[in-house]
């Protein structure tokens, strides 16, 4: 299965993606995480990338898409992968589309985790997260509205929508049947 889940930040993407990615069987792909462990380790894309995570703004598409395309050609995505956090925009959705292709493979599935906008806040501040702050979360809802929502429309064929709200292991239930259905 080749899918990704979508939704605001603090919508539970990272959390549902681990549960998820161990019951379908397919590697979890979080570019956020790829990013954070870059910084950590202090690596040169690392050092070019903090500057965007702290500020709450996308990181640009060259080097998104490049960390992308890199993991993409491991071996252990061959039979599928979930993603999380990327595509975050229409021209990283285009390129993913372009790579897909050139391995002769597509998206199954694109899930929506839909939480209402009060609940999201609350959740990030609860989480603490260096890029956590309140200014910094709300930039990244900005963010979210003007760059990724459009992608529900460029995916919607091939989208379906989970009510994220409520207890984490009937959210993944939700989930696991949503993308379940779909392949
Ligand atoms: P996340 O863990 O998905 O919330 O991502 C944390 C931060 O990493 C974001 O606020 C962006 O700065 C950066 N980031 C993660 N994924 C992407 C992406 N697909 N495109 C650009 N920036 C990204």
Redesign the pocket.
């Known amino acids: 299965m080749r899918a990704l889940l979508i939704g605001p930040?603090g919508a539970g993407k990272?959390t549902q993606a681990v549960t998820l990615s161990e019951r379908l069987g397919v590697p979890h792909i979080?570019?956020?995480?790829l990013?954070r462990s870059h910084v950590q380790q202090q690596t040169e894309l690392g050092r070019e990338?903090s500057q965007?995570?702290d500020a709450?703004?996308?990181?640009p598409d060259e080097l998104?898409n490049e960390m992308v395309r890199e993991r993409l050609a491991e071996p252990d995505t061959a039979a599928g992968f979930l993603l999380?956090?990327?595509?975050?925009n229409v021209e990283?959705a285009d390129v993913l589309a372009a790579m897909l292709r050139e391995s002769g493979t597509k998206l199954d599935t694109v899930c929506k985790l839909e939480v209402p906008e009060d609940v999201l806040v609350d959740r990030l501040l609860a989480r603490g997260r260096s890029?956590d702050t309140e200014d910094v979360i709300r930039q990244?809802q900005r963010v979210y509205r003007s760059e990724t929502a459009p992608l529900l429309d460029y995916y919607s064929d091939i989208l379906v929508t989970v009510n994220a709200v409520g207890d984490v292991a009937e959210i993944a239930d939700r989930a696991t049947t949503a993308l379940r259905g779909q392949t």
């Not at 979080?30 to 995480?33: E, H, P």
């Not at 709450?56 to 990181?59: C, F, H, S, T, Y």
């Not at 999380?84 to 975050?88: A, E, I, S």
């Open positions: 930040p990272g979080s570019t956020g995480d990013f990338v965007y995570m709450g703004a996308l990181v998104t999380d956090g990327f595509p975050r990283q890029d990244r």
